[in-house]
């Protein structure tokens, strides 16, 4: 049983360029959330989605940060025009469909490393 | 709003000794998750034990214990007869099942480090 599967591992780019994250999910999880972790902190919640739904985008930046899950594929985090502070870890996470109490195991992907040069 | 707070920015512990790695949460929902994940020098994060608030008893998986005591908002790890693999950085989070239900708020993390 594939975990949470993250590509690429390692991205650099350019400021100015787009940056495009893949996720896939665990095996019948339904449930996708995307977080930054900036060098030596914690992670920081950005999106959670469901398959063509965005139920919390609250972590979100509000400009050049889209995130979507689509009926078929895997989920894609985009930053658009990247600048240096984009420089981060990138972590996809999934959970299978939320019980009664919403507190179901999120597990990880291996995590994507952005730089922008 | 929902806080994690993790006092220890790095510990030290002797091979085969036990060691605690402090958490404390902040919430007002009555319902939450409690969870401990593991993220080695690799970088992935590693799922490693989970309270329910709700759960009476204290949750143990292996070598890993969480001493979780509600009254005070502590959720601490325990690891027993340490590793030299148990050296990384480990991250208490936590859910809550209301209106923030999806989103993990983590902690600023401890770094341990085991002596040979």
């Known amino acids: 049983n594939a975990g949470v599967m993250q590509n690429p591992r390692h991205l650099v780019r350019r400021r100015g360029q787009e940056a495009r994250l893949r996720c896939s999910p665990m095996?019948?999880?339904?449930?996708v959330y995307w977080y930054r972790q900036l060098p030596e902190e914690g992670l920081k919640f950005m999106v959670y989605?469901?398959?063509?739904?965005?139920?919390?985008e609250s972590g979100m930046p509000k400009e050049r940060f889209s995130a979507e899950f689509p009926k078929e594929g895997p989920s894609i985090l985009r930053i658009q025009q990247v600048v240096r502070g984009d420089s981060a870890a990138y972590f996809c996470?999934?959970?299978?469909?939320?019980?009664?109490?919403?507190?179901?195991?999120?597990?990880f992907g291996p995590g994507t490393r952005l730089t922008v040069l | 709003a929902q806080k994690i707070t993790q006092t220890q920015p790095g510990m030290f512990v002797q091979e085969k000794e036990a060691v605690t790695l402090d958490c404390t949460y902040d919430?007002?929902?009555?319902?939450?998750?409690l969870f401990w994940y593991k993220q080695p020098s690799s970088g992935e994060m590693i799922f490693l034990i989970y309270?329910?608030?709700?759960?009476?008893q204290n949750a143990t998986e292996g070598r890993y214990s969480l001493n979780f005591q509600k009254a005070r908002k502590s959720a601490n790890l325990v690891i027993s007869a340490s590793q030299l693999g148990d050296s990384a950085m480990y991250f208490c989070?936590?859910?809550?099942?209301?209106?923030?239900?999806?989103?993990?708020?983590f902690g600023d993390g401890t770094t341990l480090t085991v002596k040979p």
């Open positions: 996470a999934s959970s299978p469909p939320t019980g009664v109490w919403g507190t179901d195991t999120q597990y």
């Open positions: 095996k019948g999880h339904s449930h």
């Open positions: 989605l469901q398959k063509e739904n965005i139920i919390d």
């Open positions: 919430t007002s929902d009555p319902s939450y998750g």
């Open positions: 309270q329910g608030s709700y759960d009476q």
């Open positions: 989070a936590m859910r809550e099942a209301g209106t923030n239900a999806g989103k993990s708020t």
